[in-house]
């Protein structure tokens, strides 16, 4: 079997910089999710009893095989103190058109 390179990958499915960028935003706000989770000493299971978002939904967001909306996010990271912010990007990491 020939394994693909993601550039590869990427050309095939016509992806733009922009969705790029979108998918990138998003494993990052879930890995920051699953770091303030662990940082907060809490289990799945725990962080569910908090929050009232059902274990097996947070499990699916962490594996990130279900995109969570911005207020399940806020609904996950409040309780451990932490929220999302709008911030100006790096410029030198983006493109402007």
Do not use: C, Y
């Amino acid at each position: 079997m020939n394994k693909l390179t993601w550039k590869e990958v990427r050309e095939s499915l016509n992806i733009t910089p922009e969705e790029e960028a979108e998918i990138q935003l998003e494993k990052d706000l879930i890995e920051a999710a699953i770091e303030a989770r662990k940082k907060s000493n809490l289990s799945q299971r725990d962080l569910s009893n908090l929050t009232k978002i059902k274990q097996p939904t947070i499990a699916r967001i962490e594996s990130r095989s279900r995109s969570p909306k911005a207020s399940t996010l806020i609904r996950m990271l409040h309780p451990m103190g932490f929220t999302l912010r709008v911030v100006p990007l790096d410029k030198s990491k983006t493109k402007v058109h």
